[in-house]
């Protein structure tokens, strides 16, 4: 490769990393022969990297807490740095990129992704004062994988029509949330501190630095637990969110956290939709009591089970599993925009029995249906993912396609993405089952967690890095 031309190419992958859109740097240039080993799993303190001829000043080792989470910092003599990435991957050819602190001096940046017990190569690219400048190649190996995660079986029936991309999930009655990358091999993991094991919900922050990871909190109140910590496993938040339960959801471009609680008071246990802003603060959104006056009050009466929030709509979407519905909500003014689903829905003729998780198209919305479509279906009915076009402007509703294993069930959780190349990922969530279908319901792939392995609701990620997409 010409130096005009890979210099241009480093140049985008800077400009590409600080705009956060992602990049993939290709150039082919390596320092070190492949398998020379800069830094072994077996170190335990930081090595140096002396790149003197390039400027570059680089310590790396691996997180103690997450063996795969490989900790760059860096120091640049030759300028003063306006942007910077760090090109890695495993061989020298790289293929990811993370961006790196251009605030921090030392330009913390952390490597995720890498599959345990293998060699990462990485560079460093740093724009300074209108140049680009890279160091040489490195590599370090990274750790072993943590014992304890559960065992799984991943069955890849058609690989080449399979979407890629990352899995975010937890082990839902397990201790781990962790992420698999798209040979379903995990490359991260974390267990939070304290004895809580009910794990339903882990998703990325909106800016990617950091991992959220719910529980369910069932029967609850006064056990919700929400932790946040950062993606190399080093700090960790624990909020004092005692009637928060099962999901919770972010604003993209911002640090609000949202979610639903119990409510403090009154008759039966009903919920309220929160958010929570970076200072701590909440603000109530949404009171499900106030809008359904008509019900008698129960142990748990209005019981919601999933949130999630839609852009361009500006709006929420909450999944209500007694009403066997899903609301809209106008995020600015609280307001109930619509009903879908059960006795009060305003799109006649569709029904269900139970829902979960779901995912809002462009002009349809995903739900995972835990029991069929009758009102006396039991817990051993087999979940199905269902689809539905929606008019918001004749109200009308149809169901345009459906998903039905024959034999998996969910009697509990259970979740359904549609991914960008048009395939759905199907969560059954209490027999411990993710399922790749394509638009004709074929099976793509499966990874099994065995018996014991519940697993809870799923994020899927193009890389980890930056906001999430939206995707239809």
Known sequence: MNPPLRAAIEAFLISAIIMVIGCTDRDTTSGNAAGDSDVDESTENTTEIIDDEAGFHISVSLSPVISTAVIVTWTFNKGTVSGGAVAFGPDAQYGYAAPSDTKDADHKTILLGMKPDSTVHFRIVANAEGRTYRSG???????????????????????????????????????????????????????????????????????????????????????????????????????????????????????????????????????RLMEMHPDGSTREVFKVRDHFPQYTTGSEWCHSNAVSYVPREDAYYLSVLDFNAVLKIDRETGELLWVFGGDDSDFPGVSW??????????????????????????????????????????????????????????????????????????????????????AEGELLREISFGAGGAVGYIEWREKLYGPPEEYL
């Open 137 to 271: 190649d490195h590599t370090v190996k990274t750790g072993r994988l943590a014992a304890g995660l559960p065992s799984k079986t991943v069955s890849n029936l058609q690989p080449n029509a399979l979407e890629g991309g990352y899995l975010v999930t937890c082990s839902f009655g397990g201790d781990y949330a962790f992420i698999l990358d798209a040979d379903g091999d995990y490359v991260w993991w974390y267990n939070p501190s304290g004895d809580i094991n009910d794990w339903v919900r882990a998703r990325l922050t909106a800016d990617g630095k950091s991992m959220l990871i719910a529980n369910g909190n069932v029967p609850g109140p006064d056990n919700g637990t929400l932790v946040k910590v950062s993606m190399d496993g080093m700090e960790e938040t624990v909020y004092p969110l005692s009637s928060r339960h099962h999901d919770v959801t972010v604003l993209p471009d911002s640090d609000v956290i949202v979610y639903f609680e119990y409510e403090e008071s009154g008759k039966g246990r009903c919920d």
């Open 353 to 438: 029995n139970a829902q979960h998780q779901h995912h809002v198209l462009e002009d349809s919305i995903l739900i995972f249906n835990n029991r069929g479509s009758e009102a006396n279906s039991g817990f051993n009915t087999p979940s199905r993912a269902l689809e539905f076009s929606l008019d918001e402007t004749k109200m009308t509703a149809s169901q345009i396609w459906e998903y039905d294993s024959g034999t998996l069930n969910s009697m509990a959780m259970g979740d359904v993405k549609r991914m960008p190349n048009g395939n759905t990922l199907v969560v059954f969530s209490t027999s411990g089952v993710l399922q790749e279908v394509d």
